[in-house]
């Protein structure tokens, strides 16, 4: 027989003692309130594994402090058996209603009692076990959601949910007629990192660049890794001529940053490619990154580290 923590919410003084007595020789610990406010109070802060309820209280009746506690997200749980000295249907409907998942008339027996209150507990114990393999499910649900739209090594977004925001973004910046920039970064002379210090210190040095891009962007931007070492970025109501501060401050960051595994003399270094919104020439969010990435191309060869600004006339030179 398991044992628990029980609410009695009963102001009859002899008959709370009576039960008192029979849940306490069966090994329960037993919690008196005399009103249904006391007892309602009670139930939300003593862990109870289940409750004992009078109808006829002094206070409210033990319908009402049933409801309250079958709408109350703390005790919703909590089994309720309700006692009365009221055998009627009527009464017997009215309880369960409100939300009782058992019903004794009184006088009881000590037995029956005994009984209903294993059987509400074992009830408990299921219904919690099915809650947390609930929770457990949607936990696991969660992870695998998140795994599919992160890129495993950086933990930004992958390029296919991306894909999926750029739309979303794309469309609505058209309909609104607001500003959006879209940024291409691309690490300078990233294989020779690889050629010189190892794949797994290139791999180091991508998942740090990842992390001063989300040091740097505000919650309502997006930074998902493109592919290889190109990473691209999308930064709501924002011109790209404003854009060139956030790209500045994200190739300084890079520039002065030590990064795990190679020497302390070694720079690396990023170049940027800016394209973005009111912009009538860039009529898909094809053009966008299209244009963007002309400007990165021109970042490169003018240097790298830097950044550059494309708009849609680039496109007529370079169509798709």
């Known amino acids: 027989m398991s044992k628990a923590k029980i609410l009695l919410i009963e102001d009859d003084p002899l008959q709370a003692k009576h039960v008192r007595t029979v849940l306490e020789s069966a090994g329960h610990e037993v919690v008196l309130a005399e009103t249904g406010a006391a007892g309602f109070r009670l139930a939300r802060t003593e862990r109870v594994g289940l409750i004992l309820l009078d109808v006829v209280l002094p206070d409210f009746s033990g319908q009402q402090v049933c409801q309250w506690m079958k709408r109350d997200e703390t005790t919703a749980s909590i089994p309720i058996i309700m006692l009365t000295a009221k055998s009627s249907i009527e009464d017997k409907v009215a309880g369960l209603q409100m939300g009782a998942d058992d019903y004794l008339p009184k006088p009881f027996n000590e037995q029956e009692l ?185 970042a490169k060869r003018g240097g790298k580290n830097r950044f550059e600004i494309s708009t849609g006339s680039e496109l007529e030179k370079n169509p798709i």
């Open 114 to 298: 005994l009984a209903r209150i294993q059987a509400g507990l074992r009830t408990k114990t299921l219904q919690d076990q099915l809650r947390g393999k609930n929770d457990q499910l949607e936990n696991l649900l969660r992870d695998v959601e998140q795994k599919a739209i992160t890129d495993a090594l950086t933990g930004l977004f992958n390029r296919r949910h991306f894909n999926e925001l750029l739309d979303r973004e794309f469309s609505r910046a058209k309909r609104f007629n607001d500003p959006l920039a879209c940024l291409m970064l691309d690490i300078d002379n990233f294989k020779s990192i690889n050629d010189t210090y190892g794949h797994p210190t290139g791999d180091s040095v991508l998942s740090e660049v990842a992390t001063i891009l989300k040091q740097t962007l505000r919650l309502i931007e997006v930074a998902a890794r493109y592919g290889g070492e190109e990473f691209v970025l999308l930064l709501p109501k924002t011109k790209p001529r404003e854009a060139g501060k956030p790209a500045t401050r994200i190739i300084e960051s890079v520039a002065t940053h030590h990064f795990k595994g190679l020497p302390p003399d070694k720079v690396v270094t990023v170049s940027i490619g800016i394209s973005g919104l009111p912009d009538p020439l860039i009529a898909m969010k094809e053009n966008l990154i299209q244009c963007a990435d002309f400007a990165l191309y021109r």
